[in-house]
């Protein structure tokens, strides 16, 4: 198997969904025909990079703000330390994560996941990732901060593509994150639609909610709502006493072969699920594989469900991050765990606590 082929296939699949649903909008193509020589640059440099030695891959998570406007249930960023936590760390400041994002670029990396907390509160970093516009910037956010301000910066940076959290319709979304969240997300979608915006939805599965939202009614309303992306998101166990949410082996099977029908039926909207894709990419894409992840003080993690770190982008590189071998170490485990279906780090969680020693 050709990691990097197999990748690169995937970003292929995901730009000619988004074409779809950019084919009547004029702005939409515009940015696509920008970005998509844009995209072959960076495969080339990643190609480039593999050649002298170096795996780059295409993607890196970066959580951005370590605050947040919501408390919703279960959240992993707060279980993790890297949201709403006296830490005594500080959060890094636009120039670094700049510095990072140029590191990046010229590496070959060619989207960058912006998570937090809530990402919208650091409007700082999100105006220069803007300036960045040869990558892609998925923003994941609960939704509640997209004001007319914000629609304008979207709708003026196209390779910023704002991902709202969901967990269903009404009564599951505010039955996690607050009364009056979902009220709020409807208002955003109906926004981002008005200017024709490249948006998605990220959907945390559990064994409470799976059956609504993978109903092809569910995604009809949501495409209908302007939505063009998909993602599910498996829901990992960050506070103790909700195993009982955990997707069976058998029910993440099950959520991969939906998956694959729900992208025949819907041919303008970008599917994927995660981690369950990781299967067929090989397994765990984790530790520079296929991401890393940088907390918001910069602590350089294997995953966001794996907040474990030994090196800083304030004084290490992100050339150095994916040349350590501590990451050579972790990515050595995770194929000797194997993939047996949802997230494996989290699951040998103590021997990846070891390797810090």
Known sequence: MNLNKMMDQGIAQIMTTAGRFYLNNAKGRA?????????????????????????????????????????????????GGGCGTISGK???????????????EKLGVAFILLAGGEPFLRRDILELAGEYPNM??????NGTMLDQETIELLDNHRNLIPILSIEGNAKETDARRGTGTHE???AAMAALKKRKILFGAAITVTRENM??????????ALEDKGCGVNLYVE????????????????EIKQLQAICLELRKSFRRMVILS?????????????????????????????????PHAKQNLTSDSVEDVL????????????????????CTLFEVNDQVEKLLA
């Open 31 to 79: 940015f696509l025909m920008s970005v998509l020589p844009e995209l072959a640059k960076s495969r080339a440099r990643r190609k480039q990079q593999e050649k002298a030695g170096l795996h780059v891959p295409p993607f890196l998570i970066a959580s951005i703000a370590s605050q947040c406007n919501l408390h919703c249930a279960g959240c992993y960023a707060r279980a």
């Open 90 to 104: 500080t959060d890094m400041d636009a120039g670094q994560w700049g510095n990072v994002f140029g590191q990046a």
């Open 136 to 141: 892609i910037f998925p923003i994941f956010t």
């Open 184 to 186: 709020q997300i409807e």
């Open 211 to 220: 059956a609504l939202v993978t109903r092809n009614d569910f995604l009809e």
């Open 235 to 250: 829901y990992v166990p960050a506070e103790p006493g909700t195993d009982y949410l955990v997707l069976t082996q058998s």
């Open 274 to 306: 995660f981690p369950g894709d990781e299967e067929e990419m090989g397994g765990c894409l984790a530790s520079g594989r296929g991401f890393f992840h940088i907390n918001p003080y910069g602590d350089a993690e294997p995953c966001p469900f794996s």
């Open 323 to 342: 040349r350590s071998q501590y990451f050579a170490d972790l990515r050595e485990l995770a194929v000797t765990a194997g993939n047996h279906g949802g």
